[in-house]
């Protein structure tokens, strides 16, 4: 990270300047078998075309809360990004009757419909698939995201001390974000080229932290694995030599 990095969406940026091709996200879901990596460039693509639906068609403002209804998954990824990026604050599993907007996964459409402000679903299939057919009262993130645009700038600069993202009952500014992350990053060694396997859920700080902020804080990548019990030591094994894993957390 750099001095200047005050926010998460500060650090996606100073990746992709610093080096745009390598290696950010690589997905494992081992339910199904999906394998998906992201580049850091790949990556700030669908932030960046996140970020314009949430301020464009959602018509979402800075403080506006998220509630964030979705696993460990790449695209649960993206959102967090998107989220920092316009200066919405991201309620991991928070209340969709409380929150002015919500994202869901297929599983948790019903609570989800809670939520009285704009409601966006995700159906979580490989590549980015669409539902067969949207739920009803939900956009359909597959899609709705494609025809928006690859760059985002927010109406208004986003303030590093107002707050971020909540989860499991703990709210972080965004700046606050930034500093447990490199924290994280160094109390796990992980520097430029690091790359951690994290098999934890995205329901506590230290998920959210594996899965996707320390890693880019410290200018590694994180393999992420979704349903990771499911794997066999032999298999964990393979994948942690295929993968290059430096650091696990599982």
């Known amino acids: 990270m750099n001095a200047t990095d005050r926010t998460p969406a500060d650090l996606l940026r100073s990746a992709l300047a610093a080096d745009p091709a390598r290696p950010l996200v690589t997905f494992y879901d081992d339910a199904t078998g999906e394998r998906v990596e992201l580049s850091v460039a790949t990556f700030a693509n669908w932030v960046a075309k996140t970020a314009n639906l949430l301020q464009g068609e959602l018509a979402a403002e800075p403080g506006d809360r ?48 809670a939520c009285s402000g704009e409601r966006v679903a995700l159906a979580l299939r490989p590549l980015g698939g669409r539902f067969p057919e949207a739920p009803a009262g939900f956009a359909d993130y597959a899609v709705e995201v494609p025809s928006q645009g690859d760059r985002f700038a927010p109406y208004a600069p986003v303030d590093p001390g107002a707050p971020a993202l909540a989860v499991a009952g703990v709210e972080l500014t965004g700046a606050q974000v930034v500093e447990r992350a490199a924290a994280d990053a160094a109390r796990l060694g992980l520097g430029p080229g690091s790359r951690l396997l994290s098999g934890l859920a995205y329901d506590t700080w230290e998920g959210l932290s594996a899965g996707l902020l320390a890693p880019l804080a410290a200018g590694g990548s994180v393999v992420l694995c979704r349903n990771a019990d499911r794997l066999s030591a032999d298999a964990l094994d393979q994948r942690l030599t295929s993968e290059r894993v430096t650091v696990t957390a599982l």
């Open 66 to 113: 998220l509630a964030l209804l979705l696993p460990a998954h790449w695209q649960t990824a993206v959102w967090l990004l998107a989220c920092s990026s316009a200066g919405v604050v991201a309620e991991v599993g928070g209340d969709p009757a409380a929150a002015d907007l919500v994202v869901s996964g297929p599983d948790t459409l019903e609570a989800a419909r």
